[in-house]
């Protein structure tokens, strides 16, 4: 499918692009602790009840959750996805157990494999609201009868989305992109999802509002 893309969704990826590449070294040491999330990580998994289940993660990073998933279900099988190849590098050395490609989630409609599950932990800052609603949509493509979708986010207004700087790197702006669970629930709603958890935390880094929510395909 060709997409049209302003010159304004351009310039958000490459800057997503280039920060997460150039720093993939520097959010594997960073990230590698997961624990705040681990309560939920550990639902979703649990809500899957085949201990085979197939797991598909969008913006897989360097496959900290990947690890954490692996780690206590050993038998799925996950396949995590990024946009950054220096990501999928040290993913495929901190998880070799599971299969990583480079791939832009937003390219979903090319996958034709069916899945159980599909993680998208933090992904969502960094794609726009038609992003969204056409990954969420192709979600309730991909996924199997009765499938989950575990979303975590930084929770406020679309309206505020801007360009921020990393606290440890200035200079390296992203575009972040902000979602309250309205914005998710109307969109997931309309794709046929139901919220089965919601889960607000302060992150304890840098204080931002987070929301976690793990949706029903109906
Ligand atoms: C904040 S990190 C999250 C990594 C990991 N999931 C975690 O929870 O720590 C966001 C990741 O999403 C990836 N990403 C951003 N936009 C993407 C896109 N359009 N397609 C695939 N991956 C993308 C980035 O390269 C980065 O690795």
Redesign the pocket.
């Known amino acids: 499918m060709t997409k049209s893309l302003t010159n304004k969704d351009v310039n958000q990826?490459e800057a997503?692009?280039k920060v997460?590449?150039d720093c993939a070294s520097m959010?594997d040491e960073k990230?590698r602790d997961?624990s705040a999330y681990e309560p939920s990580v550990l639902k979703f998994c649990e809500l899957l009840q085949d201990q085979h289940s197939k797991i598909l993660e969008?913006?897989?990073?360097?496959g900290?959750?990947t690890l954490f998933i692996k780690e206590r279900f050993p038998n799925f099988n996950v396949s995590g996805?990024?946009?950054?190849p220096n990501?999928i590098d040290i993913a495929e050395r901190n998880v070799p157990s599971a299969n990583f490609e480079v791939?832009?989630?937003?390219d979903l409609e090319s996958i034709q494999e069916v899945f159980d599950g599909m993680m998208c932990?933090?992904?969502f800052?960094?794609?726009s609201k038609g992003d969204v609603e056409q990954l969420i949509s192709e979600s309730s493509r991909i996924l199997s009868k009765n499938g989950y979708l575990y979303i975590?986010t930084i929770e406020g207004n679309y309206e505020s989305s801007q360009w921020t700087g990393s606290k440890n790197y200035p200079e390296l702006k992203l575009f972040m992109h902000y979602y309250q669970e309205e914005d998710l629930k109307n969109i997931l709603t309309k794709h046929c999802f139901k919220i089965v958890h919601t889960e607000q935390l302060v992150n304890p880094t840098n204080g931002d509002n987070e929301l976690i929510l793990i949706a029903k395909k109906n």
């Open positions: 990826t997503t692009f997460f590449n959010y990230y997961i969008l913006g897989c990073g360097p900290n959750v996805k990024d946009l950054s990501m791939m832009d989630c937003r932990a933090f992904l800052p960094y794609l975590s």
